[in-house]
């Protein structure tokens, strides 16, 4: 009988039991130490081209919820690692079982037991290319990284969210749905474009600029660094979220870099730097700004490794944060991060 199996790069082999999709597939190998919300993490575009080890050892005890409850409208993770999954699902909200949900979106998962091994291995070693092996299929290692990742899960036409009298521009660049909920929760009108889209030249009228999540290098989202240069010289009031705070830095001269295993959990730790106040965030993302760009300064910095988590101009409403203000599927520490930069365009808006 023909194992199933995780194997890394370095030639480290895993056994496991499969419970998803019967295909195999290759992707960067991650982990994620949330205790919950693994709807939000599979749905989250951040994770597309990856392969999520969960260290939190039961899975899928609440199955699947309704669509609406997803961060996208898909699976985005290329595959799943857990400790023990739960196939008899007690919840309200439940539609299906997690394995189900999985074969039914083309998902490959795998139980094995050690996850905590993966994960230690992970960290020391740092994250790096893997591939599930289901029913013999051998394929090759793929780095998902040299691609143009955020080209692949931003959406590819102009969406309208909500009524609201002033108008937010949000750049797609895997979007998680939350914001958008976040967002028209304040009585905004949000305007989904695509990744590459050129705001200064829409042809409607707008108050801001939001600069979305997304997955992989933000040095490969070219067309998009250069958008967000000139929206910057046209001083138009802008907030970059996860990867939206690398690619802020990147438009205006900064620096980014590849984290050793990055941070992928609801409990990272960040302080403002002016404050020194301490909040728990939701964070997925594997790069980090290195160096802050000129007329800027350091925001908040992680309270585990002293890595950046946002940036803010020193005079102008453009700013952003490396975690997820939307807080979805919690904590909902840095909810306010939106109405802080709303209440900032605001006076903006009153002084020109």
């Known amino acids: 009988m023909k194992k199933d199996k995780l194997i890394l ?13 019967n295909q ?5 190998v991650v982990f994620a130490t949330g205790m919950v919300g693994y709807p939000e993490a599979l749905t989250d575009p951040s994770f597309s081209g990856q392969i999520l080890v969960l260290t939190y050892p039961l899975v899928g005890n609440y ?10 409208n ?6 799943l690692i857990v ?17 189900q949900w999985l074969k039914d979106s083309g998902i490959p998962a795998l139980i094995i037991k050690d996850t905590r091994a993966i994960t230690q291995k992970l960290r020391d070693q740092g994250a790096m290319l893997g591939k599930i092996i289901v029913s013999g299929k051998n394929i090759k290692f793929e780095d998902p ?20 009298l002033k108008t937010v521009v949000l750049i797609d660049c895997g979007v998680k749905q939350n914001i958008i909920r976040s967002l028209v929760a304040r009585d905004l009108k949000v305007v989904v474009v695509p990744w590459n889209t050129n705001v200064t030249r829409l042809n409607f009228k707008f108050s801001a600029v939001v600069i979305s999540n997304g997955p992989g290098d933000p040095q490969k989202v070219k067309i998009t660094i250069r958008n967000i240069k000139k929206i910057i010289e046209k001083k138009i009031p802008t907030l970059g979220i996860c990867l939206g705070n690398q690619l802020l830095a990147l438009a205006l001269g900064g620096m980014t870099y590849k984290l050793k295993f990055g941070h992928r959990s609801q409990n990272q730790p960040v302080v ?6 301490c909040y728990l965030t939701t964070q997925n993302h594997g790069f980090a700004v290195r160096k802050i760009p000129k007329d800027f300064k350091e925001w908040f910095y992680n309270a585990n490794d002293n890595t950046n988590e946002g940036i803010i101009h020193k005079t102008l409403p453009i700013m952003s944060v490396q975690f997820h203000p939307e807080s979805s599927p919690g904590p909902l520490d840095t909810d306010f991060i939106f109405d802080y930069f709303l209440k900032k365009v605001k006076v903006y808006d009153k002084k020109k």
Request: hydrophobic residues 25%; glycine residues 10%; charged residues 30%.
């Open 9 to 21: 790069k370095d030639g480290t082999e895993f056994e496991g039991v499969s419970f998803g999709a």
């Open 24 to 28: 195999s597939v290759s992707g960067e």
């Open 63 to 72: 199955g699947c919820p309704n669509k609406k409850f997803w961060e996208s």
């Open 74 to 79: 898909r699976i985005q993770i290329s595959g």
């Open 83 to 99: 400790s023990e999954y739960i196939d008899t699902p007690s919840h309200h909200q439940k539609e299906k079982t997690l394995a």
């Open 145 to 164: 990284n040299k691609r143009n990742l955020v080209a692949e899960v931003s959406t590819k036409k102009v969406s309208f969210f909500g009524a609201g």
């Open 272 to 277: 403002e730097r002016s404050t020194k106040k």
